[in-house]
């Protein structure tokens, strides 16, 4: 499946590009995350905590337990901050 992939604030510095088309088999958000980490230096240092990671799949919120197929687009993106 060819997914949309989007990266959010410093998640998008380290990687070095806001988003990425990518041709994946993974079936859920923690195959998509092992599989990212395996591409380079890069991602691997980005998406290296994933306690500092919130995900969307398709703009809802998901864990990394959530199902891929039928996605579209998937966001790495820093917890939000109030104040």
Same mark, same amino acid.
């Given at each position: 499946?060819?997914? =949309? &992939?989007?990266?959010? /604030?410093?998640?998008?510095? %380290?990687? +070095?590009?806001?988003?990425? %088309? *990518?041709?994946? !088999? /993974?079936?859920? &958000? !923690?195959? @998509?995350? !092992?599989?990212?980490? %395996?591409? =380079?230096? %890069?991602? $691997? $240092?980005? @998406?290296? =905590?994933? =306690? $500092? &990671?919130?995900?969307? &799949?398709?703009?809802? @919120? $998901? +864990?990394?337990?959530?199902? @891929? /197929?039928?996605?579209?687009? *998937? !966001?790495?993106?820093?917890?939000?901050? +109030? +104040?």
């Amino acid at each position: 499946m060819t997914l =949309d &992939v989007l990266y959010f /604030a410093w998640l998008r510095e %380290r990687i +070095g590009a806001p988003r990425e %088309r *990518i041709e994946t !088999a /993974a079936a859920t &958000v !923690a195959e @998509l995350v !092992a599989e990212l980490v %395996r591409r =380079d230096d %890069r991602h $691997a $240092a980005a @998406l290296s =905590d994933l =306690d $500092a &990671v919130r995900v969307a &799949v398709d703009q809802q @919120l $998901a +864990g990394l337990d959530t199902p @891929l /197929a039928g996605a579209r687009e *998937i !966001a790495f993106f820093p917890p939000m901050t +109030g +104040g």
